[in-house]
């Protein structure tokens, strides 16, 4: 019985000084290639890109059930849906104008490190880029103003109805 603990003790002692020795070992090559930490911008990109296209889908798939709804035979309540429908193909234009300038600046930045040397060359596209973007924005929110300007009237002669 003492032969058997002092084999395992034994044991023991080897596999904790080959661990020792290995864990010195990878700690060297670990020192000679560090392990490369993810970029943080890109990081934050990439959750923004799936984030989208996720919440883009679920938009889709809410646009097509707005789609299947029968007609409604008050026309102005049919305006008052058309409306909606057309906000929301709005919101997804948005949307999806804003996952691609996300996937821009993912490819701009890979670009960019791969390729120091033309970074200022990346850097004027992906600002040309981004000033298209702002335009397209904009231009989009002008339509959603008009869109909600034109609800909130449809909607106020909707609900009039009730207090004449």
Same mark, same amino acid.
């Not at 290639?33 to 990439?46: E, Q």
């Not at 821009?104 to 200022?120: G, L, M, R, T």
């Not at 992906?126 to 335009?135: L, S």
């Given at each position: 019985? $003492?032969?058997?603990?002092?084999?395992?003790?034994?044991?023991?002692?080897?596999?904790? +000084?080959?661990?020792?020795?290995?864990?010195?070992?990878?700690?060297?090559?670990?020192?000679?290639?560090?392990?490369?930490? &993810?970029? &943080?911008?890109?990081?934050?990109?990439? $959750?923004?890109? /799936? #984030?989208?296209?996720?919440?883009?889908?679920?938009?889709?798939?809410?646009?097509?059930?707005?789609?299947?709804? &029968?007609?409604?035979?008050?026309?102005?309540?049919?305006?008052?849906?058309?409306?909606?429908?057309? +906000?929301?193909?709005?919101?997804?234009?948005?949307?999806? +104008?804003?996952?691609?300038?996300?996937?821009?600046?993912?490819?701009?930045?890979? $670009?960019?490190?791969?390729?120091?040397?033309?970074?200022?060359? /990346?850097?004027?596209?992906?600002?040309?880029?981004? +000033? #298209? %973007?702002?335009?397209?924005?904009?231009?989009?929110?002008?339509?959603?103003?008009?869109?909600?300007?034109?609800?909130?009237?449809?909607?106020?002669?909707?609900?009039?109805?009730? %207090? $004449?």
């Amino acid at each position: 019985m $003492k032969l058997q603990s002092m084999v395992i003790i034994g044991l023991a002692l080897l596999t904790a +000084a080959g661990c020792k020795g290995t864990m010195g070992a990878d700690r060297a090559a670990a020192d000679r290639h560090p392990i490369p930490r &993810p970029d &943080p911008v890109l990081t934050m990109l990439h $959750k923004g890109v /799936i #984030e989208l296209s996720e919440s883009i889908e679920e938009l889709k798939r809410d646009i097509a059930d707005l789609e299947q709804l &029968p007609a409604f035979p008050d026309p102005q309540v049919q305006r008052l849906h058309d409306l909606d429908l057309a +906000a929301w193909r709005l919101h997804l234009q948005q949307w999806t +104008a804003q996952r691609d300038r996300l996937r821009s600046a993912i490819d701009s930045i890979e $670009k960019a490190q791969a390729d120091p040397q033309h970074k200022a060359a /990346i850097g004027e596209q992906w600002a040309a880029r981004q +000033a #298209e %973007f702002m335009k397209t924005v904009e231009e989009l929110r002008t339509q959603r103003r008009a869109l909600e300007q034109q609800r909130a009237e449809v909607e106020m002669q909707v609900l009039g109805r009730y %207090f $004449k």
